[in-house]
């Protein structure tokens, strides 16, 4: 079992920068891949991000590359989201994910209860 809780979301302008973290509980963290997603209001859930079990290999929507960066610390038992030239078309819930395959949202078995970021144009 993994429980998951996700921090740093706010408010903030255009072309700014917020970092997003999901904090792990159990000891499997370190085997899983991680992934953040989003939700904005009367949308889907979409990927945003993923990272492998060690790093080695990560995925960007295409809508964020260049301008985000996750990265994971197995030692801490966490996962960030760096992100930078926010637009208000970022704005949604942000949703740390855990146990999944790639960016395929129906494999992930465990879920944040998510965090709000709000891009002001």
């Known amino acids: 079992q993994v429980q998951l809780v996700e921090s740093g979301g706010g408010l903030v302008q255009a072309g700014g920068s917020l970092r997003l973290s999901c904090a792990a509980s159990?000891?499997?963290?370190?085997?899983?891949?991680m992934a953040w997603f989003r939700q904005a209001p009367g949308k889907e859930r979409d990927v945003v991000a993923t990272?492998?079990?060690?790093?080695?290999?990560?995925y960007y929507t295409a809508s964020v590359k260049g301008r985000f960066t996750i990265s994971r610390d197995n030692a801490k038992n966490t996962v960030t989201l760096q992100m930078s030239s926010l637009k208000p078309e970022d704005t949604a819930v942000y949703y740390c994910?855990?146990?999944?395959?790639?960016?395929?949202?129906?494999?992930?078995?465990?879920w944040g209860q998510g965090t709000q970021v709000t891009v002001s144009s």
């Open positions: 994910a855990a146990g999944g395959n790639g960016a395929y949202k129906s494999t992930y078995a465990y």
């Open positions: 159990g000891r499997t963290f370190s085997t899983y891949t």
């Open positions: 990272i492998t079990w060690n790093g080695g290999s990560t």
